[in-house]
């Protein structure tokens, strides 16, 4: 299920990350038509845009991302609109963060979504896989 803010994001930014940023999609076949975990690298802050913007037009499901919750006054904006777009977001690795972590994933799988997550926590400069 996804949210206003998602379907607004998605008509206004898709084309404009789809036109910026070319990417070679290799692997669709493997994404199941039922609601999934994603694992994706992370090399930018704008990964789960370009992805969804290459990809939406040739998968069945909406795709919600995992984020950090970002603290202070100048993310505050930022953390409100992704937030708004219904994925997961997520504070350190405390038995609390892990506890809601467990109750987002849950919630996005049941509403009929994909969730993407980005194993390595952060981003990743190279190629390949970084450790998680």
Known sequence: MTTPMYELSKALLSPVFKRAYKVNIE???????KPSILALNHT???DAFVFNANILDKIH???LFVHKKLPGFYF?????YLRSLGGVG?????????????RGTRDVLEGGSHLGIFPEGRRIKREGLGKF
């Open 27 to 33: 692997g669709l076949e493997n994404i199941p038509d």
């Open 44 to 46: 930018s802050d704008f």
């Open 61 to 63: 499901l909406p795709i």
């Open 76 to 80: 505050k904006p930022i953390d409100v």
């Open 90 to 102: 997520i504070v350190g690795n405390s038995f609390r963060a892990i506890k809601g972590l467990k």
